[in-house]
């Protein structure tokens, strides 16, 4: 089956900086890779997402980009904010049966003004 | 358009006693899913289901059942609820499968097994 890593688990940065959270996968067929973002005692919430025929998707000041060859993924937040401080998984969508999401360990990102 | 609903919030038990989490949604989505979340593991799919009357397993369902009788409910069953159960549990929907449109998830519901 699929298996997601994810690295670091922390990450602290200086407001203004940016961040970055990578993730690797071993399904090669996987072909879709969303990234949600938990806030402390809240949901998750989907921030943004890549498919496979996409090497790199921005919105606003996060982007995702996709090597498929190396199978990783990773995702880039610029000019971080305060308010960019939760724990941000990315995840995998695995082809075996009807297609399931296998999410990584989480990364907790704080941002410190 | 409440989205995706679950209740309890929060619900403690003692070790050996079954109970039900329940889990609605009103957008008519096909996809439904019960992940369990602990410190430092992420989210871990339980089972989940693509249409009604159509469930499947994910990467940690023993201990818990499901059913779809409907395309609203998919309600999650602890069968005899034992300590490493203590976790917070999430379902999602998304509008068909495989889940590529976004997972809407439900606000959790914290269980505490003693």
């Known amino acids: 089956g699929e298996n997601v890593e994810q690295h670091p688990s922390t990450l602290s940065v200086q407001e203004g900086d940016s961040a970055v959270i990578k993730c690797t996968y071993s399904?090669?067929?996987?072909?879709?890779f969303p990234w949600y973002k938990q806030e402390l005692g809240k949901r998750p919430q989907l921030i943004i997402d890549?498919?496979?025929?996409?090497g790199e998707k921005k919105d606003q000041r996060i982007a995702v980009t996709l090597n498929k060859t190396a199978k990783h993924f990773s995702l880039h937040i610029t000019e971080t904010q305060p308010e960019d401080s939760a724990v941000y998984f990315c995840a995998a969508l695995t082809t075996d049966s009807w297609g399931k999401l296998q999410f990584g360990a989480g990364t907790q990102v704080v941002v410190t003004p | 358009n409440a989205g995706v609903t679950q209740t309890p919030k929060f619900q403690v038990l003692k070790t050996g006693q079954s109970m039900t989490l329940q889990c609605a949604q009103d957008?008519?989505?096909?996809?439904m899913s019960w992940y369990r979340q602990d410190p430092g593991m992420g989210l871990r799919l339980i089972h989940y289901?693509?249409?009604?009357?159509?469930?499947d397993q994910g990467e940690v369902p023993n201990g818990y059942n499901v059913s779809r009788s409907t395309t609203e409910d998919f309600p999650l069953r602890l069968l005899s609820a034992a300590p490493s159960q203590t976790s917070v549990y999430f379902c999602?929907?998304?509008?068909?499968?495989?889940?590529?449109?976004?997972?809407?998830f439900g606000d959790g519901t914290r269980l505490s097994i003693l």
């Open positions: 890549i498919r496979s025929n996409v």
């Open positions: 399904d090669s067929a996987s072909n879709y």
């Open positions: 289901s693509v249409g009604a009357g159509i469930t």
């Open positions: 999602a929907s998304s509008y068909s499968w495989p889940p590529h449109q976004p997972q809407h």
């Open positions: 957008m008519n989505h096909e996809y």
